[in-house]
């Protein structure tokens, strides 16, 4: 066992730049707060392309004005989440009912279904403060499994679980069963902590039969047929453990942010700010933690600018009309964005980007994921020759100069308007709650690994909250994104020993099955 406590530092959001390089020539074209890496020079694009890319520019930028009209929208449809009318935004309740104040004590195992991996964990809170041991194993979803058969779903993940439990305990007949804390990252209504009524899959799932129902009993039938020791005893989602994992080593967070394959967040509410929980008499001051299921904000496009190539991501993925603010900021879709783009420039404008090659490569629908755009972000060199290779060792498509500069201010112009649309919903929180400062925990593929994606969040955040320009660039902001602590893991795992605590202080609300918390 490797002790992971309080290892990871927190990262601060000044990105490292490369070194510099040879200066470029004179450049006059816009740049709008696009924190790019590399000054780039468009003298030599041919007329047409500069006018794609201007065409682009337009069609991608998102303003300080747009940032705050979002922002001012968001905040009311948090509200209307909550209310008993409800908005497009779910707000779920989860039954977390408390920060950890870091003294927390046991062991417990964790399951991550997220949207790429399986992940399977035991973590041990251990007496020091804020500290704790883990074991955890990887396991690939395979994609078939995420358009395929529910049965099999729940069937490879009972068995991944009872290899971990054979490899880590031994002989399964003998062991009492283990309490496990289950990070299903998917829009659930919860009216219980161990439930979750699946609203809808997100992420590009679609497996029949699972939508609408609770799917508590399904995993525990499918644990039960393969004689898996173990009892569920919380249903998370990864933003909900990673504002709990985040509390629980600084006490400042206040919002936990998943930037990944999907996008969304979760924050502490008071009971009596929920009008939809009213008719069960929660103490008002009491904190409940609220899933926000952000992702479908603006479901309906009253202020979120679609492009042409948002609309066709929408219309060909399985739920259209569902996620409209994820699908422009999350990893599963970056890609997709920008290959859509590439092709169109190639079919049908005037420009025929990579003329007279056949992109067979490029046509293929997900091809691209977010960390080709990261690649492209990252090339160092003035002549983009990494892009370059990267399109031919790809793609098989050979780009000239000038369409590696198209290439390069698309993806700076997706991965910044992502940047600055997530600040909009951190900005949100952060006013309907009245946190002047706090700290976010962040976690996922896109906030961890997208060149630029944290300085650029943080200018968005900084448009849309007024801050003063800093004089220290070192100092911290008011409200800082930083890199969180593992959520579907010590999240999970913290969320099933606080709720072991609160039933047995006698606090049984939003709990189906007491029999389990024993
Ligand atoms: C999707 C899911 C949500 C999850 C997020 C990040 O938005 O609906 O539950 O938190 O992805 O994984």
Redesign the pocket.
Known sequence: MSAFGKLRTLLSYSDRHPPPLTKSRAYHHHHRSNQSSREGSFVDVPKDLLGEIERLEKLFTIDTAKLKQITDRFVGELEKGLSNEGGSIPMNPTWVMSFPNGYETGTFLALDM??TNLRVCQITLTEQKSEFDIIQSKYRLPEELKTGDADELWEYIADCLMQFIETHHGDTSKLEKLPLGFTF???ATQNYIDEGILQRW??GFDIPGVEGHNVVPMFEEALARRGVPIKLTALI???TGTLIASAYTDTKMKIGC?F?????AAYMEDCGSIPKLAHLNLPPETPMAI?C?W?AFDNEHVVLPQTPYDVIIDKDSPRPGQ?AF?KMI?GLYLGEIFRLIMVDLHDNHETHIFAGQDIPKLRKAYSLDSSFLSAIEEDPFENLSETAELFQSKLDIRANGPELELIRRTAELIGTRAARLSACGVAAISIKKGYKTCHVGAD?SVFNKYPHFKARGAQGLREILDWPEKEDPKADDPIEVLAAEDGSGVGAALIAALTLQRVQAGNMHGILHPENFK
């Open positions: 997220g949207g990252s998917y829009p997100t992420k989602n990864d933003t998943i990944g394959t999907g996008c969304n899933n299921e992702g996620q994820e999350a996922g």
